[in-house]
């Protein structure tokens, strides 16, 4: 006897992340697939309705993937029967309102980072969630892809040792419209639409450490908006009033120190746009998002310091090549399979509200810290939960 599809409500479907991965690399793959691999290995059939709010673009966007339900009104799909989950992949500044609405209507809700504009906001989305007994989840793709899992299994086998300290390059170049369009919406280089690189990459940072190296203590950082002016989608100039690029240290309770570079203003010289460097008591590694290679204790070279002399040695061939020994996946899309099953009651899904919004007090700890030009403890700076709408969130103080 065939199942019952599961219906997926898809709010932002025509916006960039929205549209390529979870969509097109993630849903679609998935629905052309047979539906969501079960634990019994049969498949859990899905079915879409897509939200946006461009009615043209929404139509031409449903046609060509004979998807048959779209529309540019969100309550007429939250009143649909037959669609328990809701996934939003809005602009940040439209997600809490939409969310709430999903929670009011009892869904299951999967949704982008950061879930809200401020901390304490998405404590109280946490809190809202809980109480109303509705499955959630934040979307933490990078743990999924290749790179960082061979990186988990290093860490998971001991390879290291002791882990002394973490240094990530994240960033490229982002065009500044003027001669050649930009790669990203202009929002994200203006702070009262929501945008700057903190904010939207340092929840990022935030799981990857925590899930990988240990909890953070405490962070110190200093912002830069190195490009002033950019010119829009509409060819118009306009002020940039976000941060483009920030540098970070982030303390760990467990002892390792993490550095790491965050910019839209800088001309990749490395393997990959994201780059972790690891150093441990016995052996070190450099991982991206696919690529790792590792160099142990018993085969590090011994460089000699002489400025007078040029350095001959090829250091980038004492490096070996960690293997890709399992399939690859795209990472949004395993996240999506452990997500909908956890739905289904067919297994767990670890990363909830409350953890997206640990995301935001990273976040706004850092940015806290460069306005304060000190380092700033988390545990100073945390809500506890059910406690956001009472409790005032504490300025930084010096650690």
Avoid: C
Avoid at 189 to 212: A, T
């Amino acid at each position: 006897m065939a199942k019952e599809t599961l219906g997926i409500i898809v709010n932002g479907a025509t916006g960039r992340m929205g549209y390529r991965q979870h969509l097109v690399r993630s849903l679609l793959a998935l629905r052309d697939e047979g539906g969501v691999p079960l634990s019994d290995g049969s498949r859990q059939p899905i079915e879409l309705y897509l939200v946006a709010r461009n009615e043209e673009k929404l139509r031409e966007l449903a046609e060509k993937h004979n998807i048959e339900k779209y529309t540019t009104d969100l309550d007429e799909a939250l009143a649909a029967e037959g669609f328990p989950v809701y996934f939003d992949a809005l602009v940040t500044k439209l997600r809490v309102p939409a969310i709430r609405k999903a929670i009011a209507a009892g869904k299951a809700i999967y949704t982008e980072k950061p879930t809200a504009e401020s901390y304490a906001e998405a404590v109280a989305l946490a809190d809202e969630a809980e109480a109303a007994g509705v499955k959630n989840g934040v979307v933490h793709d990078k743990l999924y892809l290749p790179g960082l899992l061979k990186l988990k299994r290093l860490i998971d086998s001991g390879f290291f040792g002791e882990i002394l300290s973490v240094r990530g390059e994240f960033g490229y170049w982002v065009f500044e419209g003027d001669w050649q369009d930009a790669q990203r919406p202009s929002w994200n280089y203006r702070s009262e639409d929501g945008g700057g690189i903190v904010v939207d990459m340092f929840p990022h940072w935030n799981y990857v450490i925590e899930n990988l190296f240990g909890k953070i203590a405490s962070v110190y950082t200093e912002t830069r908006t190195h490009i002033p002016q950019r010119v829009d989608e509409r060819g118009e100039t306009y002020k940039a009033t976000a941060d483009d690029a920030a540098y970070a240290i982030f303390d760990l309770e467990n002892g390792p120190i993490v550095q790491f570079n965050s910019s839209w203003t800088v001309r990749v010289n490395r393997d990959e746009l994201v780059e972790l460097h690891v150093d441990g008591t016995h052996g070190s590694a450099v991982v991206g998002l696919f690529g790792a290679k590792i160099q142990p204790r018993n085969a590090t070279p011994k460089p000699t310091w002489n400025p007078d002399l040029p350095d001959t040695h090829d250091y980038a061939e004492d490096w070996i090549e960690v293997p890709q020994n399992d399939p690859t996946e795209n990472g949004f899309k395993l996240q999506w399979i452990e997500f909908l099953r956890y739905v289904l009651d067919d297994g767990n899904h670890t990363y909830d509200f409350r953890s997206g919004a640990d995301g935001m007090l990273l976040a706004e700890a850092a940015l806290a810290s460069h306005d304060e030009g000190r380092r700033v403890a988390l545990a100073e700076r945390a809500i506890a939960p059910n406690q956001a709408a009472s409790t005032p969130v504490a300025e930084p103080v010096g650690a």
